[in-house]
């Protein structure tokens, strides 16, 4: 695997850093993490640790050196973050459960793989275009894809920190399906928090990473950001990678699979966590007395 | 995940009223054991066994079950219950039968009727993917009267494919394996965790599930055909989605099988659920060619320039 790692991070005007950025590999794959602790819950930067650390250690022990499954690898790590910090929120004997957003992509074999929760954002830049801009669980972003809203009015829209889904907040988040897409050389993946995109209209991102080599954009680009923050510049975090190989071949054409034993897949329970918690011994007497009196209306013959 | 062997029960094993003679089949989810009830009938059970979640060595009957993963060991019976409720009220020629259910060893099992035969996956290798038209469309029509009887029952099997259709040594032809079934119109949200095979799952399944019904079963049904025809599994809807690249029924089967029921297979397989047959009467009409389809693919060059060929010839 060919690719380059640049990463930027600063306080902006605040007087901790709540975002939290990181990236680990193996032989054949590579994690790459943003999260960004919600400052008006305490503990933030607590969540934003424990969630990049928790994705981090799941990637250790799963890329050996690949992962079997970068999606359900994405959608479980994910997902289970939110039970960790509800659960840590107990073990810490936090007052309130700290909360934090996140996007994480893992590249293997060529291809990028990205799930996210609130306003935390992927680009996947090619050739001096946006192929790929996660869409925020956020107000605005829905004002926006209802076309109430332009996108580049988002960042000073009244409302615009209000979040639909976060870790570790009242609600589970729902996590969706793992996107992904294949890359080709030259390609470069953004990860970054709301004070990097927020400031930036997206010609500005796009054109300040395309401009120059990532070692130098990357850190100008951060520069801009907190420039234009101005006196509220919130804390600033960019993750880039940038791709180094030809795009891998896939087969073109019409496609089908010698068929096998197809196995059904089921995705993860630990992703709907306060559900769960519902199934008490009684709940299941009670499932069994309703099959069994099911089955003497309808008796086999 | 860390795939764990889990054990299966011993042979020999007394479970309440059955005794265990093997292990039929196992999955991540559950191994099914074929076992003798006290009159010596023979009967299937599966038990629920999440490999993720539990598990089972050495010579325990329980399961071990982490603490952080007892409440998702929980939650998964739930799907096991699911399975169960779905099946106890139905009692069709074309549907596995449910006899009991109960719980013992810190888990759950579901007692089926065990019937001779084999899967249609089985089936399809044994024959090496060549299987007759009309074989085809008396089994699935006849596979339709156990799917529309779900159906009927508001109910969505949601796992259709050639290792969850099974044959009886006469050639009946029944559902099996409902663990993913989930009522339909049930106001309750989906809350359970979603299964899928892909390659046989609907774009519903993937993209939204609050759009589910009849005609994903159908969409799976249409994939199970198209297994027939080809020997193959088809493009996941996911992959379909991002960039169409199946082919079609029609080109792929073309010479061997009619453009009807070729037609059909593609009907089935529309990605968007609007242009499917919408219920199982509809589909099984068009298997007994007593509807046409009413979708029409493109007939493949050679088909076309024998057309041409004819029409000039004819001149």
């Known amino acids: ?301 | 995940m860390p795939a764990q062997a889990n054990q299966p029960l011993p042979q020999g094993h007394q479970l309440q009223n059955y005794r265990i003679l093997r292990v039929l089949a196992s999955g991540g989810f559950s191994f099914v054991y074929l076992a003798h009830d006290e009159n010596d009938t023979p009967v299937a059970i599966k038990e629920y066994l999440p490999a993720s979640l539990a598990l089972r060595t050495g010579d325990a009957l329980e399961p071990e079950v982490s603490e952080d993963q007892a409440a998702a060991y929980r939650y998964g019976m739930k799907c096991f219950f699911e399975e169960g409720r779905a099946l106890a009220g139905l009692g069709h020629p074309n549907v596995v039968r449910v006899l009991n259910f109960f719980r013992a060893n810190e888990t759950v099992y579901l007692v089926m009727r065990y019937e001779r035969g084999r899967t249609l996956l089985e089936h399809i290798h044994a024959k090496r993917g060549s299987l007759r038209e009309s074989w085809i469309r008396n089994t699935f029509a006849t596979l339709m009267n156990g799917l529309r009887e779900v159906h009927t029952n508001k109910l969505l099997h949601l796992d259709i494919k050639p290792g969850n259709v099974y044959l009886r040594s006469d050639g009946t032809p029944l559902l099996i394996d409902f663990g993913a079934a989930r009522q339909m119109l049930s106001g309750e949200a989906p809350t359970l965790p979603p299964m899928y095979t892909p390659g046989f799952a609907s774009p519903e399944h993937h993209t939204d599930r609050s759009k589910l019904g009849p005609w994903s079963d159908i969409y799976s049904v249409g994939a199970t055909l198209y297994a027939c025809l080809t020997a193959s599994s088809p493009p996941s809807a996911e992959e379909r989605l991002e960039k169409e690249r199946i082919l079609p029924a029609r080109k792929a089967g073309a010479g061997k099988y009619s453009s009807e029921l070729l037609d059909t297979v593609d009907w089935c397989m529309r990605l968007d659920h609007l242009e499917r047959p919408q219920s199982g009467f509809a589909l099984q009409k068009a298997l007994l060619g007593e509807k046409q389809p009413e979708y029409r693919g493109a007939a493949p060059m050679l088909e076309q320039l024998k057309g041409a060929l004819k029409r000039m010839a004819g001149r």
């Open chain 1, 1 to 301: 695997m060919k690719y380059a790692i640049v990463q930027d991070t600063r306080v902006g005007k605040r007087g901790y850093n709540q975002d939290r950025a990181g990236h680990w590999s193996t032989a054949e794959a590579v994690l790459l993490v943003v999260a960004d602790g919600m400052g008006g819950h305490a503990h933030g930067e607590v969540a934003a640790e424990l969630v990049m650390r928790h994705i981090a250690a799941a990637f250790r022990r799963d890329a050996k050196p690949r992962l079997a499954n970068p999606d359900l690898f994405l959608f479980r790590a994910v997902g289970r973050s939110h039970g960790i910090l509800l659960r840590e929120a107990v073990n810490l004997g936090l007052p309130d459960t700290p909360r934090t957003t996140v996007v994480a992509c893992v590249v293997q074999d060529g291809r990028a793989h990205w799930s996210h929760v609130g306003d935390s954002r992927l680009y996947l830049l090619r050739k001096g275009e946006v192929l790929v801009r996660t869409r925020d669980h956020t107000l605005v972003q829905q004002l926006v894809d209802e076309g109430r809203l332009q996108a580049d009015d988002m960042s000073s829209h009244p409302q615009r920190n209000r979040l639909l889904q976060c870790l570790g907040g009242v609600q589970t988040p729902r996590i969706q399906p793992t996107a992904h897409a294949l890359l080709d050389k030259d390609d470069v993946l953004l990860l970054c928090s709301d004070g990097l995109w927020g400031p930036l209209t997206g010609r500005q991102i796009l054109e300040g990473i395309s401009g120059a080599p990532l070692a130098e954009a990357v850190p100008r680009l951060a520069a801009l950001a907190e420039t234009q923050g101005g006196l509220g510049a919130d804390n600033i975090t960019a993750l880039a990678l940038a791709w180094g190989e030809e795009m891998a071949v896939e087969r073109e054409g019409p496609r089908t699979e010698t068929l096998g034993e197809a196995s059904t897949e089921v995705q993860d329970f630990g992703a709907t966590e306060p559900e769960f918690l519902r199934m008490t011994d009684e709940d299941i007497e009670r499932a069994i007395a309703e099959i069994k009196e099911a089955l003497k209306r309808n008796p086999p013959r």
